[in-house]
T-cell receptor, first 114, second 116 residues
Framework: DSGVTQTPKHLITATGQRVTLRCSPRSGDLSVYWYQQSLDQGLQFLIQYYNGEERAKGNILERFSAQQFPDLHSELNLSSLELGDSALYFC?????????????FGPGTRLTVL | AQSVAQPEDQVNVAEGNPLTVKCTYSVSGNPYLFWYVQYPNRGLQFLLKYITGDNLVKGSYGFEAEFNKSQTSFHLKKPSALVSDSALYFCAVRENYGGSQGNLIFGKGTKLSVKP
């Protein structure tokens, strides 16, 4: 158990809908990263937050957005969903202040768009 | 731009034999390299990392990796494979943002299959 929690585990929805994925980092970790894992694209970085502020952006679509709250949990919002958004979405966390730390991954949310 | 390549989609080994999962990298500056393992329907688990220092890095579950700067490689190894090592292995390099924490750039993964 990495100490990173993600809810829900599974999400099934229809095209055009909007969903919110939630991540709670390990206790004390200030950085949260979101990744998407799909069969055709592999594991891709979406976005990073550090202590409530956006730190870096990767291949995140404009239909997707995220935020990190004062209690450090993070939410990833996916809107106008398309079939191609079906994937595993992981969040990961690291402590603040060092660039050498490994990231600890949550168990993921499996999103299925029908 | 940073990148990693895992040239093998799948590696098959017999239990008890040594295993190697290959990874090569391309970075500007010093590489920060990682190996993760993913079991079915699970998140990624950290195995080991290279930041600086000894070229042979020891990690979890008996795994080790050899950093080779001249060959830009970071191959994952284990002297004696177990059936329970069967999983998907990812090599990753940390995105270089000039000192601040960065996201990971992953290879496409190598499926390791260990047969009894």
């Amino acid at each position: 158990d990495s100490g990173v929690t993600q809810t829900p585990k599974h999400l099934i929805t229809a095209t055009g809908q909007r969903v919110t994925l939630r991540c709670s980092p390990r206790s004390g970790d200030l950085s949260v990263y979101w990744y998407q894992q799909s069969l055709d694209q592999g594991l891709q970085f979406l976005i990073q937050y550090y202590n409530g502020e956006e730190r870096a952006k990767g291949n995140i679509l404009e239909r997707f957005s995220a935020q990190q709250f004062p209690d450090l949990h993070s939410e990833l919002n996916l809107s106008s969903l398309e079939l191609g958004d079906s994937a595993l979405y992981f969040c990961a966390s690291t402590p603040g202040g060092s660039s050498y730390n490994e990231q600890f991954f949550g168990p993921g949310t499996r999103l299925t768009v029908l | 731009a940073q990148s990693v390549a895992q040239p093998e989609d799948q590696v098959n080994v017999a239990e008890g034999n040594p295993l190697t999962v290959k990874c090569t990298y391309s970075v500007s500056g010093n590489p920060y390299l990682f190996w993760y393992v993913q079991y079915p329907n699970r998140g990624l688990q950290f195995l080991l990392k290279y930041i600086t220092g000894d070229n042979l890095v020891k990690g979890s579950y008996g795994f080790e990796a050899e950093f080779n700067k001249s060959q830009t490689s970071f191959h994952l190894k284990k002297p004696s494979a177990l059936v329970s090592d069967s999983a998907l292995y990812f090599c990753a390099v940390r995105e270089n943002y000039g000192g601040s924490q960065g996201n990971l750039i992953f290879g496409k993964g190598t499926k390791l299959s260990v047969k009894p």
